[in-house]
């Protein structure tokens, strides 16, 4: 029997506007100090399982989280406008507070998870979710039986588990939230084009020791 192809959706490690409790988006946030020390943990324990290849949304915090395992692995980092975070438009950068005070409708829309709702200048959680899916089927078929690792964020990795777990279909209008830690990790195991296996949802065991993450994975 060939081998599965198998699928690791990592968030990326905690960054300064996680640090701050602000709206990341599309903004260029860095790593915090313990981001950092969150993708060496990650990387460490991803190089023992066998990573093939490496795709990383294109936003610096995704890709600093990546960077550990491609060193480790002599990998490079295809990155990828597609995986990144939804853009969030008028409330980057705001904390939760300010946006709700000054952009409640896209707010509440936001929280509520309005999938069709076009955030002010942003785009809506289906304009996310085609990119995603679109990028994704891509991937797939050109790593076929592979061990494939992409860097993301919570959202656009909330939307994808969520997809491929046929939660969402073209008369969803609200959708549950999927919480993903900071390099959390979701994952999958594709054994043919109908046979999805979903090993582990938010697998943080490899951060127990470092950030002292509650080790929650769903088998």
């Not at 964020?153 to 073209?170: D, E, K, N, P, S």
């Not at 949802?201 to 127990?208: C, F, S």
Request: charged share 25%.
């Amino acid at each position: 029997m060939p081998p599965p192809t198998r699928l690791y959706l990592i968030r990326h490690g905690q960054s300064a506007g996680n640090a701050e409790g602000r709206f990341g988006g599309h903004g260029p946030t860095p790593l915090s100090d313990l981001g950092r020390e969150q993708a060496e943990k990650t990387a460490q324990m991803l190089a023992k399982e066998g990573i093939d290849v490496i795709y990383s949304s294109d936003l610096d915090r995704a890709v600093q989280t990546a960077e550990p395992l491609a060193e480790l692995l002599n990998l490079p980092i295809h990155k990828s406008k597609a995986f990144r975070e939804r853009h969030v438009g008028v409330l980057e950068g705001l904390t939760f507070d300010e946006s709700k005070q000054t952009f409640p409708n896209d707010y509440y829309a936001l929280i509520n998870r309005n999938i069709n709702h076009v955030i002010t200048e942003g785009e809506s959680y289906r304009h996310l979710l085609r990119r995603i899916t679109a990028e994704l089927r891509n991937i797939l078929r050109n790593h076929n039986r592979q061990r494939i690792a992409i860097y993301s964020h919570t959202g656009a990795i909330c939307f994808l588990t969520l997809h491929l777990m046929g939660a969402i279909h073209r008369g969803t209008k609200t959708t549950p939230w999927l919480i993903t830690s900071n390099c959390g990790i979701n994952r999958f195991e594709f054994r043919g084009p109908r046979n999805l296996r979903i090993l582990a949802i938010n697998d943080t065991r490899h951060l127990v020791v470092t950030t002292g993450e509650d080790a929650f994975a769903a088998r």
